[in-house]
Every structure is written in C-alpha cells, then in structure tokens.
C-alpha cells in the first residue's frame, strides 16, 4: 500500500511499472490490475483552461489518502493499492492523479479502483483553481 | 485580501512549499494556551488569512473558533476539521487543537 503527494510532473505508467517491478513477490498472484488516471483537461464549464492550481491540506490528505486505501484492502480481497496525486502548480494533458489496484480477479480490482477514486474525490482535501482568460476561478465539484 | 498577480503569487508559494509552521505561536512564560486554524482555497479568499492562532481561552466548539477568528456568518456549506478528522460545527475544541474550514473537496 502506497500513497504519494507529488509537486511535479509524474508519469504514471512508469509509476505502476515501478512499483510492481519492486513486488517480484506477487509473481503468479496477480490476475488483474485495474487502473484509473485522472489527466487535466484544457477545457471546462465552456472555457479553455490555460493551468490549474490544485492547493492541498498536507497534513490531512496524505491521511485521508492512506485511510481510503485501507478501507479498500479491508472491503475486497485485493493484493495492493498505490495511489499517486498532485498538487501545485499543472498544466493541461499533466496526469493528476493515478489509482492502481491489484488483484487475483478483476472483478475485485475494479471495484475496489472505482472505490478509491470515487472517495478520493468526495473526502480527500484537495482544491482545484483554474486559469482561464477571464482570470482564476475555483473549480466546483458539480463542475 | 487583494487578488491580484502578486497576491496569487504568494498563495502558491504558500501551498507549493509543504506545510509550514506558524511563526512563534501566542506563547506565554510557561504555557501554550494557543489553537491553530487554518482556511483553505475560496474560504482562505473570503475571510483574508490562510492560517492565525487564538488564544484558546473561551473557545468551546468549533463554531467558536469561526466566530473569534471571521467577521463572516459561518458559510452552509464549509467543511470543518479538527486535528485534520472531518467534523460538524458544535464538535469540542480543546488548547493546541488544529482547527480547519474549507469548502468542498475537488481532487481526483
């Protein structure tokens, strides 16, 4: 179980091929690994967006984060989760966040992803400020 | 609080770096009678600070907390946390607590 702040730029796909690669005990174990990367769109509410601010509560979403990962170990039977999320400063096409789940069934996998990403989003203390022509605007989570 | 560049500037200086303690809290000869409150993102912008320390004598709750440190009616829909654990507004607030208002969560 691995979570992770970062304050730049990652790639999650050779974040996911790491922290596997550094797991040579589950060989054999896994059937299935579900993943979900949230990527930074330039565009939004019908405005192009030039960056994003994405401001944090350091002290509680690293927290929050490890809490939901442990509600997802708990709930299904799954091997291992690794969450990855940004803060600061974000440009389009720059991944935001990166949820990986491994499994021995996919079915586990994908429910337990889905979980952690849709908690992630209601729970986890993170704010969204966007740069569009018209100046900074906070992101709504209706948006 | 100004928005302007150099305002916004130092906002994401302030959250690029991680957190940062608050300079010399209201500390007395030989006690800390002090609670830390911290505003986020929009709640930051409306009441002007992002961080202050009370004196945490009189303070029993967390509505307490809003109204010491804010000349705003407390907002419907701010999120509260004391010692970063989500909570409602009459939730006890004791010395050297962490106390947190933001509004809704938009990460992922």
């Known amino acids: ?143 | 609080m100004r928005s302007d560049g150099l305002e916004n500037l130092r906002i994401l200086a302030q959250f690029s770096a991680h957190e940062k303690k608050p300079a010399a809290g209201k500390t007395t000869e030989n006690h800390v009678m002090s609670i830390t409150v911290k505003f986020f993102a929009s709640i930051r912008e409306k009441v002007g600070k992002s961080e202050q320390l009370i004196d945490s004598e009189g303070i029993s709750s967390v509505t307490d907390v809003w109204e010491r440190t804010t000349d705003v009616p407390l907002p419907a829909n701010v999120l509260m946390a004391v010692n970063q654990e989500y909570v409602r507004a009459e939730q006890a607030v004791r010395d050297r607590d962490e106390v947190a208002f933001f509004p809704a969560v938009t990460g992922g």
Not at chain 1, 87 to 102: H, Q, S, T
Request: proline share 5%; charged share 25%; hydrophobic share 45%.
């Open chain 1, 1 to 143: 179980m691995a979570v992770s702040l970062r304050d730049e730029a990652f790639d999650p796909w050779a974040a996911l091929s790491a922290y596997q690669a550094a797991h040579p005990e589950w060989a054999g174990r896994v059937g299935a690994t579900a993943v979900f990367v949230g990527t930074m769109r330039d565009f939004n509410q019908g405005s192009a967006v030039q960056g994003m601010l994405l401001e944090h509560y350091p002290a509680m979403t690293g927290r929050y984060l490890e809490r939901l990962c442990q509600e997802a170990m708990s709930r299904w039977d799954i091997l291992d989760t690794l969450v990855i999320h940004r803060y600061g400063e974000l440009a389009p096409n720059d991944p935001i966040v990166l949820v990986g789940v491994w499994s021995a069934h996919r079915e586990q996998a994908f429910a337990a992803c889905r979980y952690l990403i849709d908690e992630l989003k209601t729970r986890a203390p993170f704010w969204k400020q966007e740069a569009t022509d018209e100046g900074l605007r906070w992101v709504s989570p209706d948006d």
